[in-house]
């Protein structure tokens, strides 16, 4: 899908700091209606460019290329004050910021919402990814698909009685976690309409 001028999100700026699949996801649904996505990745770069096969001719993942089509790509490394300068520049006239880290790793670099960037970008959109929040008994945890597959019970009715509870095949919830952030992303939108705040 090629979004055009007329699209219903053309001219919103998204910069897109997460990787895998909940997070591009969310981002790639804003691209494919219009929005220009910067997907900004590590020097190493996102860990799903070599998740396959397939791959294509370059040597990138089917399933890269999928969640990260029609974004523009840059590489940083955001540990580093020089990358950071970047990023400050690509937001300074962005008006959504999707990560997926986990909690506490933008604050560790300077670059919490809270601490930095709600003042400096007050009309900035920032949606944070993951799996169980920042606080709360397992606040800050990793969580992974197949994690929250089991956690939730899903698991439990799915499978036979020889195999006991067994993973879908499909990552549910990373999928369903990618479209509730772009639903997120686009209620936060809204209301950014009437306060003027991100």
Not at 96 to 118: C, D, H, I, K, S
Not at 174 to 190: E, I, K, N, P
């Amino acid at each position: 899908m090629t979004a055009t001028t007329d699209s219903a999100l053309t001219g919103l700026k998204v910069v897109d700091l997460s990787r895998v699949l909940a997070g591009p996801l969310c981002t790639q649904m804003l691209a494919d209606h219009g929005a220009d996505v910067i997907k900004v990745e590590p020097p190493s770069g996102d860990e799903t460019r070599h998740l396959g096969p397939p791959f294509d001719d370059d040597g990138r993942s089917a399933y890269y290329a999928a969640l990260n089509r029609g974004k523009r790509a840059i590489s940083l490394d955001l540990s580093k004050p020089e990358a950071q300068e970047v990023l400050h520049r690509l937001l300074a006239d962005a008006d959504v910021l999707v990560e997926n880290f986990l909690p506490g790793t933008m604050e560790r670099w300077g670059l919490g919402y809270e601490q930095t960037l709600a003042a400096r970008y007050p009309r900035l959109v920032y949606c944070a990814v993951s799996g169980f929040g920042s606080d709360g008994p397992m606040g800050g945890m990793p969580g992974y698909d197949a994690v929250l597959q089991a956690l939730c019970g899903i698991m439990s009715v799915n499978g036979c009685p020889e195999t006991g509870a067994t993973r879908l095949g499909l990552p549910l919830v990373d999928h369903l976690t990618g479209y509730v952030a772009f639903s997120s992303v686009m209620l936060a939108l809204q209301a950014r309409q009437r306060t003027e705040q991100g």
